[in-house]
């Protein structure tokens, strides 16, 4: 299953000098690593990166996570993955840019 994780450029460009990040400052407060599914990611955007220019939207397999990834309550009880572990580069198995359109964030075909 592919989740997915947003990055600002320079958190994008510090997970490619480094090779692995504990994320976001967000990430670090909370002592985990946000991600979203492929139904929740739009929201996800919109809620915590509303008019932001310059996002990575990354795809990374949760399998390949292993016991690290775990699956919890957040918004509205959903369950969201989190992970409690560094995001290495080489788990991402994709990387694009997250347009700016008219206000709201253009997602590939079936993450709108």
């Given at each position: ?24 400052p ?10 979203s ?76």
């Amino acid at each position: 299953m592919m989740i997915y994780k947003i990055l600002r450029a320079g958190e994008w460009a510090a997970l490619r000098l480094d090779g692995e990040t504990a994320g976001a400052p967000v990430d670090v407060a909370d002592g985990f690593v946000h991600f979203s599914t492929a139904g929740q990611v739009a929201q996800t955007a919109a809620k915590h990166f509303a008019g932001e220019e310059g996002l990575m939207l990354l795809g990374v397999e949760a399998e390949r996570l292993g016991d690290a990834l775990k699956w919890e309550p957040s918004r509205g009880g959903a369950l969201f993955p989190h992970l409690y572990g560094r995001l290495r580069l080489k788990d991402v198995a994709w990387a694009q840019p997250l347009p700016l359109q008219d206000g709201a964030h253009v997602f590939p075909p079936g993450l709108e």
